[in-house]
């Protein structure tokens, strides 16, 4: 079974589930997901193999300019 796109109501119920402070839905296809609290409203889904990419790859541009400059 492949995943899909998890509704936001769906999202909310899973954080009332879990009471987890990082979004970490491995069934849920969504890279973003909209946080509760004020400010930076939207956080990554950490359980998206993608999610780990994008990270990595900003990771090591920093580490790569830190060692170039």
């Given at each position: 079974?492949?995943?899909?796109?998890?509704?936001?109501?769906?999202?909310?119920?899973?954080?009332?589930?879990?009471?987890?402070?990082?979004?970490?839905?491995?069934?849920?296809?969504?890279?973003?997901?909209?946080?509760?609290?004020y400010?930076?409203?939207?956080?990554?889904?950490?359980?998206?193999?993608?999610?780990?990419?994008?990270?990595?790859?900003?990771?090591?541009?920093?580490?790569?300019?830190?060692?170039?400059?």
């Amino acid at each position: 079974m492949s995943k899909r796109k998890w509704t936001h109501r769906e999202i909310e119920e899973w954080w009332d589930k879990n009471q987890r402070f990082f979004y970490c839905n491995p069934e849920d296809a969504n890279l973003f997901v909209r946080k509760r609290c004020y400010g930076i409203n939207w956080s990554f889904n950490w359980g998206n193999p993608w999610t780990w990419g994008i990270v990595g790859t900003f990771v090591v541009a920093m580490v790569l300019i830190g060692i170039l400059c």
